[in-house]
């Protein structure tokens, strides 16, 4: 069962144009993170999100995070061939067994045409 | 400055042949991380230590073990590499455990196995 639902699996867009990557979930999540990765690449870290309806923008990427904290949304305006890449959203549980264990997302590849 | 170092960036090995992947810190985090990453899929948790005390997942295959000498330093040891290995590996790491703490990752590992 995956745990975070992270859609779409893959967005081919034309530069200029606007995107939104999608997190989602049955479970509630003391902390999201977003990563992006470049082939080759280890995830590079974005954003960390922990307080439900929070919304953080990063020049042309916004942030949000649900108001249950069950879901969370990147939107990006304006896409640039520098943006493309694979984009992960991982959350972090709390509570019974859990250690405060990453989960991650499906990724979502990205590719924005010149 | 690089925080989480990754040696080597490039790895080749032989079927059944040992191979070690190193991991260093710079930011003097109480948890490391291990995980395999296979082509455009979302990274998978094999082990953690939260200072000395390891951690393994359930389905981590026995044929990967992992030391960590001191705080900074951690390797991920594959007694015997099969060709379902090959993957990238990172390292990540976090201060400490509790759901709203980052982690951050390494560079990886691109392992082949011939």
């Known amino acids: 069962t995956q745990l975070l639902e992270q859609s779409p699996q893959f967005l081919s867009i034309q530069e200029g144009e606007n995107l939104t990557v999608y997190c989602n979930s049955s479970?509630?999540?003391?902390?999201l993170q977003w990563y992006r990765q470049e082939p080759g690449e280890g995830p590079v870290l974005l954003v960390t999100v922990v307080t439900g309806g929070e919304v953080k923008k990063l020049k042309r990427l916004t942030f949000q995070f649900g108001d249950a904290r069950k879901d969370s949304s990147l939107h990006i305006t304006a896409a640039q061939p520098g943006d493309t890449g694979l984009y992960l959203c991982?959350?972090?549980?709390?509570?019974?067994?859990?250690?405060?264990?990453?989960?991650f997302g499906q990724g979502t590849i990205l590719t924005v045409h010149p | 400055d690089a925080m989480v170092i990754q040696n080597p960036r490039y790895q080749v090995t032989q079927f059944g042949k040992p191979v070690t992947l190193s991991c260093s810190q710079t930011?003097?985090?109480?948890?490391m991380y291990w995980y395999q990453q296979k082509s455009s899929q979302a990274p998978k948790l094999l082990f953690h230590y939260y200072d000395k005390d390891f951690n393994n997942e359930a389905d981590t295959p026995d044929n990967f073990q992992s030391r960590r000498p001191n705080t900074s330093f951690c390797f991920l040891d594959i007694r015997s590499p099969g060709l379902g290995d090959a993957a990238m590996y990172l390292c990540?790491?976090?201060?400490?455990?509790?759901?709203?703490?980052?982690?951050?990752f390494g560079p990886g590992t691109r392992l082949t196995v011939l």
């Open positions: 930011l003097n985090h109480n948890v």
């Open positions: 479970s509630v999540f003391s902390s």
């Open positions: 990540a790491t976090s201060n400490t455990r509790i759901p709203t703490d980052t982690q951050y």
């Open positions: 991982a959350g972090r549980r709390a509570g019974g067994t859990s250690y405060g264990k990453l989960t």
